[in-house]
């Protein structure tokens, strides 16, 4: 199951023109969605003018070189490691599902226009990368509806309660898990059912971003980093001290769980 290359196997009935079509209007939905993110929210504009007011009221002057010391530091911890999360299982299964992503998408594209048919053969990496990065989506993904979901416990709220915070990775778990479906049975008439599933489910990771927490990973370095600046500066953002007394979090109907 973990080998194949499920669409070059497609493009026997499906021109393999019409998955690359389909792969280029994917990647311009998350453009064109970030876009539309970034300008409704106006977070570039509130980045910007934090940035500015940091530096207006700095207590010392921080120079270019130490500001892309802190940009590579940034990469290293926040991005690359999920250093933010306290909790050692939500940060494995965060890790888990942004490297499977990264896995997923890669192999996907390079599988889609590299190797389109099954005239070329597919290198077995490529198909490993896709069947395991889905899978690890599947695995951190699911870990954290499950078990890890934010302030559910501690709130309160009913494990089944779903919001619109929730389409993201409910929409990037049906995507990934009905790939697989759609690749092991792929050779069977229920095939078919998954497939189109897979590309509901898929269009709707994409095409949702501007209702949806996509774009949070594009966001989330830059206010890493912009964090990580204000704290050179001595700004602190605006904010005041930390309190000597020690942070608690969770409330009286549940113990805290998630951080």
């Known amino acids: 199951m973990l080998t194949g290359n499920p669409f ?8 393999s023109g019409v998955s690359q079509t389909y792969v280029v209007l994917m990647f ?8 539309f993110d970034v300008i409704h929210k106006k977070s570039a504009k509130y980045f910007f003018e934090d940035w500015q007011k940091s530096k207006s009221k700095a207590s010392r002057q921080v120079g270019n070189g130490e500001i892309a010391a802190m940009a590579v530091q940034t990469l290293a911890s926040e991005v690359l490691t999920s250093s933010e999360f306290c909790s050692a299982r939500r940060r494995i299964a965060h890790l888990l599902t942004m490297y499977g992503f990264v896995a997923y998408v890669v192999a996907t594209a390079i599988m889609v226009f590299a190797y389109p048919t099954s005239a070329t053969a597919t290198p077995v990496i490529w198909q490993l990368l896709w069947h395991i990065g889905a899978l690890m989506v ?9 078990f890890i979901r934010v302030d559910v416990q501690a709130e309160g709220h009913s494990p089944f309660r779903v919001v619109q915070a929730d389409l993201f990775i409910l929409s990037l778990v049906a995507s990934t898990t009905l790939a ?5 049975m792929q050779s069977w008439m229920i095939g078919w059912i998954f497939f189109a599933l897979y590309v509901l489910a898929t269009t709707l990771l994409f095409g949702a971003i501007p209702w949806s927490k996509f774009a949070h990973m594009f966001f989330k370095p830059s206010a890493a980093l912009q964090k990580r600046v204000d704290e050179a500066y001595g700004t602190r953002s605006n904010l005041p001290p930390p309190a000597n007394k020690a942070e608690t979090f969770g409330s009286a109907r549940g113990l805290p769980t998630n951080y």
């Open 8 to 15: 070059a196997e497609l493009s026997t009935h499906i021109a």
């Open 138 to 146: 599947c695995i951190g993904g699911y870990w954290f509806w499950f």
């Open 28 to 35: 311009l939905l998350v453009v064109a969605g970030t876009l």
């Open 180 to 184: 697989l479906l759609w690749s092991w």
